[in-house]
Each structure stands twice: as structure tokens, then as C-alpha cells.
């Protein structure tokens, strides 16, 4: 399934269960994709999470029901999977601005949430730089955390921070970024602060050894500062190379991210010519 029907069928799937208990793998699964890259590549071309789009679609709906029908707000609130009505009213209210009862109440203004409409437009003239690389397997050491997919944008960065402010750095620098996700099916994944191995040094307490696989990797160049350089090339992966893209497909649940050594640097990663680079696993359809 080429990406932009992956990313149609998935808004159309959610429609259809919208008062069911779905999940992100449930979406990833029908459309056959890796819910670590589904989910980043959906919320670079939509602008939202999964499970952002089907809450702001629930609440939505939950307050056209309310404001148009006489079931109760229980029922209304059960419906759109709150099992009570104070998760519900709390939820309600932070997406309205007013409450469920003061809508039966009081003639107000509720917001609503039209569904999706995926359009891509792709741009010609941008030259993307990459490279269809294969690789061997390779062993890294690294220090390791679970994240869920919903809330890593915003918890990953706290990682790297408390791995510095621990004084691990003089033991893993941190050449790498890496997402695992194997088996294609969580609701969360995990992902590697990592350099590579060293088999002639000891390897530190609370520090692990990991072994990547060989794969086909896409390699997409970086150059410029960070955050804002990796940010620029995620977003046009998934919004213009991957819409176009007609003889690969994602392979496995890995993605890398190297960063190149900021003592290089006049400015470290800062530096308008900073080099990283991202690694996404293909193969030929």
C-alpha cells in the first residue's frame, strides 16, 4: 500500500470505529505499517498524534449529540469511550471551554472537528539528499528506555538530558538515536542512546550491549543546527519522498538517528553545517 493510501485508509478506518476501542496498532495494522513510523508519519502530514485525532473527533461528536439529542450525558460520555463522568466532563471542557451540563443548559457556541481530507501536494525543484546504503549488522552500546508512541515528542528529549546530567556521557556520547519497535504491534517502543561498541572496554553498570541487524537503509543527510535540521528533513520524508515513492517500502521497526561529533564544530550542533543523518530501513516492493 503506497503511503498516501495508507494514510486515507487509516482517517477512513478511524471513521468507521470511531465509538470503538481502537487503538494505534489497531490503525497501523490495517494499513500494514509499523506504528512507530505510521504515527510519525502521520502526525508530520496531519498535524496531529492518532490518538489526538480520534479524541478531538470523539469530543466533537459527543458535543453535537449533546447539544442536538436528549440521551443522557452518561450515555453520551459511555459512547465515546469515557467510563465516568468526571474523565468525560474534565475532557469535555478542556476542548469546548465549557462544560457538557451548561451546553444542555444554555444556548453556546461548541467547537467542532471536521474529519480529515488528506491532500498532498508535491513539490518540484527540492533536492533531498540521500542514499540507498546496504549494511551490515553492527553492535552498539547504549542505555535504554520504553516510550510510548504518543508522548515521545515531548519525553525523549528529557532522556538525553538526564543521560548528560547523570555524567553518562563520558561512557556513551551519543552518536545515535535509535527506535526499535520489532515486532510492529506495541503501544510503545524503545529506543537506544548509543555509540558503537568497543569490544576492548568494559561494558559500564546500568549500560547494555545491542546488536542492529543488516538492512537496506534509506540515508537522508541533515546539515544545519540542531533540533531545526533533523525536524526540516523528518517532515519532508514523510510529506514529499515518501508520496512519491513508488519502488521501496519500510522493512522493519528500526529507525536511526547519527549525529556526527559536535567537537567538529566551531558552533558544536549548532553549527550551520552540522552534519547527522537519518537511517530508515526499505526494501524493494
Known sequence: MEWTDAVESAIEFMEQHITEDISIEDVADHVHISPFYFQKGFHML????IA???RNRRLALAGGDIAA????????????GYDSPGSFTKAFTRFHGISPLMVRKEEVMIKTFAPLKLEIS???GYLMNYKIVDKESFTVLAVSKNFSYETCK???PGF???HYAKGNGRYVCGMFGINIDPQKGHDSFEYLIADLYDPAKEIPQGFETRVIPAFTWAVFSCDGPLPAAL????AKIFSEWLPALKEYEFAAGYCV???????????????????SEIWIPVQKR
Do not use: F, R
Open 231 to 234: 525536524q526540516d528533513v523528518n
Open 257 to 275: 538517528e547519527m549525529y556526527d561529533a559536535p567537537d567538529k564544530y566551531p558552533k558544536g550542533t549548532q553549527d550551520e553545517n552540522y552534519h
Open 52 to 54: 489526538e485525532y480520534i
Open 154 to 156: 515531548q519525553e525523549i
Open 69 to 80: 439529542t436528549d440521551m443522557k450525558i452518561i450515555d453520551i460520555a459511555m459512547k465515546y
Open 122 to 124: 508535491l513539490k518540484g
Open 46 to 49: 496531519c498535524g496531529y498524534s
Open 160 to 162: 538525553w538530558q538526564e
